[in-house]
């Protein structure tokens, strides 16, 4: 079936109008890239304004959640220096500045607008201490060293014994390591948290034959690295009943090292 044409003068009006509406679009096209670019350029100077502007100069840098590291310590290696804008303050890079202190374990920077850093820290914890033959070095429980003394100063954490091989000048920001040093990070992170408060040293010359000595200079033997928590409550309930019963004393040494069969001699 043939299709009628359309009269000539009504064609051409068809087509001029189809023209017409691609002209607009390309117009309408052109002014949306006009718009953008400009937005792109007004940001762009803002920036700029803001990062030389004087009225964002850093004033104060507050420091919080420090205890063994001074808050002048701190704001010594974030390296940020007052006046400074608070828009070129890397905070990324000044977290991965603090945490070289050994004693940082978290860092967190923030900007509090418009003229105050604030520096959010967690310290590491303390969890014993054991001498290299030269000081004596505080370790974590990942065997980090926190800090390196030459005298205990009524320091109320365990002293680990019995560990060969440290090396005598490690200093702070170092890890300890070796199979003596590995058993006795085992013991610390096994032993139940009280038993922080009674436990002075832990020998662990011996692997198999692990030796807890309790605030009252009682031995408490533990054998190996198996089920320590369950030894240490087992010991720490004995201790508790001659206490209660005026024994204490006469106690020599507890061998828990086996759990179904305690000894107490």
């Given amino acids: 079936m043939n299709k009628k044409k359309l009269p000539a003068n009504l064609e051409h009006y068809r087509l001029a109008k189809i023209e017409e509406y691609r002209r607009r679009k390309r117009r309408a096209g052109s002014f949306r890239w006009v718009i953008m670019l400009f937005m792109l350029l007004a940001c762009a100077a803002v920036g700029y304004s803001l990062s030389f502007s004087p009225f964002f100069g850093v004033e104060q840098v507050i420091v919080s959640g420090y205890k063994q590291v001074s808050a002048e310590r701190l704001r010594a290696l974030s390296g940020i220096e007052l006046g400074q804008n608070i828009f070129t303050v890397n905070t990324a890079q000044v977290e991965k500045w603090l945490n070289i202190e050994p004693w940082v374990k978290t860092a967190q920077v923030d900007r509090l607008l418009p003229r105050i850093i604030r520096i959010t820290i967690t310290e590491r914890r303390p969890a014993a201490v054991l001498s290299t033959g030269q000081a004596f070095v505080e370790i974590d ?18 002293i680990l014994s019995g560990i060969a091989n440290i090396h005598a000048g490690v200093v702070p920001g170092s890890y300890l390591d070796g199979k003596d040093i590995g058993v006795a990070l085992t013991v610390l992170n096994n032993l139940p948290q009280q038993a922080f408060l009674a436990v002075k040293e832990i020998d662990v010359r011996d692997s198999q034959k692990i030796k807890l000595y309790t605030e009252g200079a009682i ?6 690295i198996g089920d320590i928590a369950a030894k240490y409550l087992l010991a720490d309930s004995i201790i508790y009943d001659a206490q209660l019963n005026g024994t204490i004393s006469q106690i020599s040494y507890i061998d828990v090292s086996s759990t179904a069969k305690p000894v107490i001699y």
């Fill in 141 to 158: 429980k990942n065997g980090l060293v926190l800090r390196r003394m030459h005298e205990l100063d009524n320091l109320d954490l365990p």
């Fill in 219 to 224: 031995e408490v033997r533990i054998g190996g």
